[in-house]
């Protein structure tokens, strides 16, 4: 048997030179100008950002910590500072309908301009309104039309009371209005003197008072006539002096917006309410004292409807805007309708709609979170139908409900043209792809952000450039290239592979302040790599209490582990146990025993409901591999028993299937396995090692036992060949294996590593079926024939096989 390779030194962790980066510290480099390692959302950005038919908005899909929320904001601010401004949006108020405010689309900075303009004019005519109503030219005017109907009035009552009186009668006004009344003996009848009348005589007048009465009619009459007409003229002359105010003004914004229609007709439309509706215009203002600040403030309620509710304004953006809505609510998302209190009452008007994050973003870009838009009720659904129906619609809440009953505003919708960029999880992309058809049509573009990038001399470049610039923007010392070095490695360690780079730039960026912290505790005025070292070292102690207390229970016995020696049928393997913010490795001690049966093997794991469906399928495996190992000239006859031993949580994986045979193969042949070696890894039926997971923590928990007991030089690890491009092992690790104090072993078989571990050949077998004597598979294959033989000798028999062979194959065998 040749002696084991071990895994090369130089091979355990992928050391980056310092000295070959090139710098002395971060603080001469440039920042960084580009999303790192991240080519392929990259590409699906800049098709998605490019694609403007409906549709193509752009689901950013990440593990948290990747930077994607940093790196997308990044990305649309760069795309978006050489676009065109899009344009500001107003509401107005509608004069023909109040409850369907009107919008303006206006270029930018126009909105808030005309907003002033307007506050300006209604200021300006507020003031010289009523000045022109107080005028002489205007009380002649006014003073003229009422003379004049009161002399028609008059004269008309004049001439009826003549007529009255040579008909004996008399015309007096009561508070029901104008009657005829007969005069007798020199004074009027009232109407029970009248009806007291002899009937020959009163018959005479009641006729010459209904001639009366009817001429009297017809003259109020004529006189409501004079008095319409002279509230025309009063209104006409109104209208005049009104439009000789407010003309000028007028004139004036309609030659500052001549090129806009749109504002000149609604500056129209002013000037027509104004002129028709004067009076809140001529009203003397309340005092305070008098009626208190609500009335003051209902007086101004009737000026509202000049004002110009800028709702979108563009007029410092640099542009297309890039709108981040953190907290997607439906009012966030699509404005509201605000309420204000009146003498008890609520009441609003176009002045309170407010917009929104889709107001805001309209003619750029929106971001959000996906997983805070679903929680929101509304938001989601109505997002999806503002973008098919290209629309911004502001509505209550309640409206969307169909519970609201009380009158409310309908603001006119605002057309809409914005890219949608979504950001969340793998997961919810894919439950939203296979459960919503509408996002299918609605979000066409993936953009997936990996969590691990290669590791080459560009990224190395951009990953130092990241370090640049976190340290330039939060103030942080400048790392020298021994700490920038550590950093990198770092990265790789974070995913388990030399080639590779840690894209989860958020754990990078603790790491680096803690550095700084170190450093500032230090007086240092840079980062060194003792302080690099210092922050992960400090990292992982505030996470490995219970690594601790594994650590302790081993060494004082109360968990059986033993790290020297030899035992049949007994192997140390190896377990990750991950806390969420820490992961490491755990030793146990992997038992089996045999016996003559027909069960089979026998997980324990399973039996106690202990066993998840992974470790389940990797002890099934192993009955695949004996099968087609040993069984070609004979039946299995076996009962074998394989456990954790103390072991009191689930177990699940398939990492310790290689473990679990070789205590299986150590029991059945009573061959020891060294108990200075744990091993780790997954079997396949051909008995091909195949890579696990968590290869770094394994060892390193491993190699904790050992050096607690005392490294002996005889100490190590049997790991899976191909899992020697994810070692990325600590330092002491490294170094120890550097004496010759602890091996790390690589395997790509089943009888690699069963050399390793009992110091005897596997063997092959031959031509003749057979394996070498002595070598182990022999030794199996012969055990396994004879408790064949003698499970069939006892079955025939109907007792234990003769010459005193009864006694427990495991004792036999050991």
Not at 137 to 159: F, M, N, P, T, V
Not at 362 to 385: H, I, Q, T
Request: hydrophobic content about 40%; some cysteine; aromatic content about 8%.
């Amino acid at each position: 048997m040749t002696k084991p390779k071990e895994v090369p030194v130089a091979k355990l962790r992928n050391v980056c030179d310092a000295a070959g980066l090139g710098f002395t510290t971060t603080a001469d480099l440039p920042g960084l100008d580009t999303i790192v390692g991240q080519k392929r959302a990259v590409q699906a950005l800049d098709f998605g950002l490019g694609m403007r038919n409906v549709g193509f908005n752009v689901y950013v899909a990440g593990q948290p910590g990747t930077g994607k929320v940093t790196a997308v904001h990044t990305f649309l601010e760069g795309v978006a500072k050489d676009e065109t401004r899009p344009s500001d949006w107003c509401y107005i108020h509608n004069f023909v309908d109040a409850y369907r405010p009107r919008t303006l689309r206006l270029a930018a900075g126009v909105g808030r301009g005309l907003q002033q303009d307007m506050k300006s004019f209604i200021q300006r005519a507020r003031k010289e309104i009523p000045a022109a109503f107080e005028s002489d030219l205007y009380s002649a005017g006014r003073d003229a039309i009422g003379e004049g109907l009161q002399r028609q009035r008059e004269a008309l009552l004049a001439q009826l009371n003549q007529r009255a009186q040579q008909e004996g009668f008399t015309i007096q006004a009561t508070p029901v209005g104008w009657v005829v009344a007969p005069v007798m003996e020199g004074r009027p009848l009232n109407e029970q003197e009248f009806l007291a009348l002899d009937a020959a005589v009163r018959e005479p007048i009641r006729q010459r008072r209904e001639a009366l009465e009817a001429d009297l009619k017809r003259a109020l009459k004529e006189a409501r006539t004079w008095e319409k007409d002279a509230n025309r003229r009063l209104q006409t002359l109104n209208r005049e002096v009104a439009l000789h105010v407010v003309g000028g003004l007028i004139e004036d914004l309609q030659e500052k917006y001549q090129d806009l229609p749109e504002v000149v007709g609604y500056v129209n439309e002013v000037e027509e309410d104004i002129v028709s509706n004067i009076e809140p215009f001529l009203g003397q203002p309340q005092p305070e004292t008098s009626g208190g600040p609500s009335q003051a403030w209902a007086q101004e309620l009737a000026f509202r409807k000049y004002d110009v509710n800028v709702a979108v304004d563009h007029s410092e953006t640099a542009g297309a805007p890039v709108v981040m809505e953190r907290n997607p609510t439906y009012n966030n998302l699509f404005g509201r309708i605000e309420k204000e209190a009146l003498f008890g009452a609520l009441q609003t008007d176009f002045t309170l709609v407010r917009g929104g994050s889709l107001h805001q973003a309209n003619g750029g870009y929106l971001v959000l979170p996906v997983e805070e838009m679903l929680r929101n009720l509304f938001a989601y659904d109505s997002l999806k139908r503002a973008i098919r129906d290209r629309q911004i619609v502001v509505e209550e809440m309640g409206e969307r409900l169909g519970f609201l009953t009380t009158k409310t505003l309908r603001p006119e919708p605002i057309p809409l043209d914005v890219k949608i960029v979504l950001i969340g999880s793998p997961y919810l992309y894919s439950l939203l792809y296979a459960l919503d058809e509408d996002f299918r049509e609605l979000f066409k573009v993936k953009a997936e952000f990996d969590v691990r990038m290669d590791r080459n001399e560009e990224n190395v470049r951009n990953y130092v450039a990241f370090i640049s610039t976190l340290c330039a923007r939060e103030g942080l010392r400048p790392l020298d290239a021994g700490a920038v070095a550590k950093v990198v490695e770092y990265g790789s360690r974070a995913v388990e592979d030399q080639q590779k780079l840690s894209t989860r730039f958020s754990e990078v960026a603790d790491v680096l302040r803690a550095a700084n912290f170190w450093a500032q505790r230090d007086g240092s005025q840079q980062v060194a790599e003792s302080h690099v070292r210092k922050a992960i070292d400090e990292k992982v102690f505030r996470s490995n209490l219970i690594q601790e207390r594994i650590q302790e229970l081993i060494e004082r016995g109360t968990f059986l582990l033993n790290t020297t020696g030899e035992a049949v049928g007994q192997v140390n393997g190896l377990a990750v146990i991950d806390l969420g913010d820490y992961a490491f490795g755990r030793p146990s001690r992997i038992t089996a025993s045999i016996g003559l049966g027909q069960a089979g093997l026998v997980d324990i794991e399973r039996e106690a409901k202990l066993g998840g469906p992974i470790h389940t399928k990797g002890v099934l495996i192993l009955s695949g591999y004996l099968s087609r190992r040993y069984a070609h000239d004979k039946p299995l006859s076996l009962s074998a028993r394989l456990v954790f031993e103390q072991s009191y949580e689930g177990v699940e994986g398939d990492s310790a299937s290689c473990a679990e045979l070789f205590a299986l193969l150590s029991a059945i042949s009573g061959v020891p396995i060294r108990q200075g070696f744990a091993v780790t890894g997954s079997l396949n039926q051909q008995g091909e090692v195949q890579a696990i997971g968590g290869v770094n923590q394994k060892i390193e928990g491993f190699f904790d036992v050992c050096q607690a007991a005392g490294l002996t030089g005889d100490q190590g690890v049997v790991i899976p060949a191909s899992n020697v491009q994810n070692l990325m092992l600590r330092e002491d690790v490294v170094e120890a294996v550097a004496q010759g104090r602890f091996h790390v072993y690589p395997i790509g078989s089943v009888d690699e590593g069963i050399e390793i571990l009992t110091g005897r050949p596997a063997g092959e077998r031959g031509p003749d079926g057979a394996f070498p004597e002595e070598t182990l598979n022999h030794l199996v294959d012969q055990r396994l024939r004879e408790m064949a033989e003698r499970l069939r000798s006892f079955a025939r028999d109907g007792g234990p096989p003769p010459h005193g062979e009864a006694e427990d194959e495991e004792a036999k065998g050991k």
